[in-house]
């Protein structure tokens, strides 16, 4: 008689599964000493977005670190800002690639790693562009080899999309970006978790920025003061009228963040200008914000105004295609007793850029820290394990 067919039971099975995640995760912690090395190496390499020569420097760096665990590295020239660079990994399966999305500029100057060293305190490792997103750079790397190690090879076509020009608006990388991401099953961005509970982001509001120009008729304050239009007058009205633009309850908001103007004091002044940032919760409010912006008309009709700018980033809108993707996070982190949030925050990235154009798209799957752009920048070191165990799952699972 042959031997009775056993199934076993699910809670067994279950239990395995878990095991082989606790298992994994343990990879990843016994290697934690050996990413902190990594990413302190980023961050001592200045590569501010201004600075081609310095950003040039990281990328090669970045180019042949992938290179190492088999990338085929492609550079991408750039005139104004840094080369992004492009690193495809190859699979035996012959499926669409999974994307991911990172940076490796940052905004602070070159010479800020003198005032603010990378150093490590209290769990904590510390730097300029630390979270925003050196860890996130490093992460992918260890992700990647990981998923070799364990599966003798990558069970996904992977490429890394590295951009130099993000903080800055990726003018340079976005239509690259776009592009890749239109072969691509999914979009990772390695952009810093939301909070210290590590979120996802699932959503992002878009960002725009606008420039008025009001040119009035300058005079002498003090002889022929009747006879100047003053375009500071003309401009602090605008300010006032454009500022109503906001509407917080709908996520849409207008800040007036930089003005200049006029010459000296005894001038009228004949020119003054204001830079704006505007952010929106829904890519159906860009049309009709960009509309008001470009009918606004002096309240002085000897004042000329002019209007520069525009919508950079839509959206990245909460979509089915996200609420997938978190929801398959959600799952890998359940495995090691792990409860993964999701947050919708105001900031744009380049993730904005490829949810835009409809790709699955998870964001804020890098570091997990405060002090993003501020001198207290920080990793939490001990989280590092557990976010690459989340970005290798997701890849496999893509
Ligand atoms: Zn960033």
Redesign the pocket.
């Known amino acids: 008689m042959p031997p009775k067919k056993t199934s076993r039971p699910a809670v067994h099975v279950a239990n395995e599964t878990a095991a082989k995640w606790h298992d994994r995760l343990h990879y990843f912690e016994t290697r934690q000493d050996e990413m902190v090395r990594t990413i302190r190496e980023f961050v001592e390499i200045e590569s501010p977005s201004d600075n081609k020569l310095a950003a040039d420097r990281m990328g090669a760096l970045l180019a042949g670190r992938f290179q190492t665990i088999g990338g085929g590295a492609r550079i991408h020239r750039a005139e104004e800002f840094g080369d992004s660079i492009e690193i495809t990994f190859p699979a035996r399966a012959k499926t669409k690639p999974v994307l991911l999305l990172g940076?490796f500029d940052t905004v602070y100057p070159m010479g800020t790693l003198a005032k603010m060293p990378c150093h490590a305190a209290d769990g904590r490792l510390h730097g300029p562009g630390v979270l925003?997103?050196k860890s996130g750079v490093a992460l992918m790397f260890y992700a990647i080899q990981a998923l070799q190690a364990w599966h003798g090879g990558l069970p996904q076509p992977i490429i890394v999309f590295l951009v130099s020009d993000?903080?800055v608006g990726s003018y340079s990388s976005r239509h690259i970006t776009e592009r890749l991401a239109r072969e691509s099953a999914a979009v990772f961005v390695m952009?810093?978790a939301a909070g210290l509970r590590g979120a996802v982001k699932t959503a992002r509001k878009g960002v725009g920025d606008y420039t008025l120009t009001v040119k009035g008729v300058a005079a002498h304050a003090g002889l022929d003061p009747g006879k100047g239009h003053s375009a500071i007058l003309e401009l602090a009205r605008q300010i006032n009228a454009v500022s109503k633009f906001s509407d917080l309850k709908k996520g849409l908001s207008v800040n007036p963040g930089v003005i200049r103007g006029g010459t000296r004091t005894n001038v009228v002044a004949a020119e003054a200008t204001v830079e704006i940032d505007v952010r929106i919760k829904r890519a159906s409010q860009a049309a009709a914000l960009d509309r008001k912006f470009r009918r606004v008309k002096p309240f002085d009709k000897h004042c000329k105004l002019s209007v520069e700018g525009g919508i950079n980033r839509l959206p990245m809108e909460r979509n089915a295609g996200v609420i997938a993707l978190y929801k398959k996070a959600r799952l890998i982190a359940q495995q090691i007793d792990w409860t993964l949030e999701e947050a919708a925050v105001g900031g744009g990235?380049d993730g904005n850029f490829t949810a835009g154009i409809g790709i699955p798209t998870l964001d804020g799957m890098g570091g997990v820290g405060e002090g993003?752009h501020a001198v207290h920048e920080h990793i939490v070191i001990s989280e590092l394990p557990r976010r690459a165990l989340l970005l290798a799952g997701m890849i496999e699972g893509a």
């Open positions: 940076h925003d997103m993000e903080e952009e810093p990235s993003a």
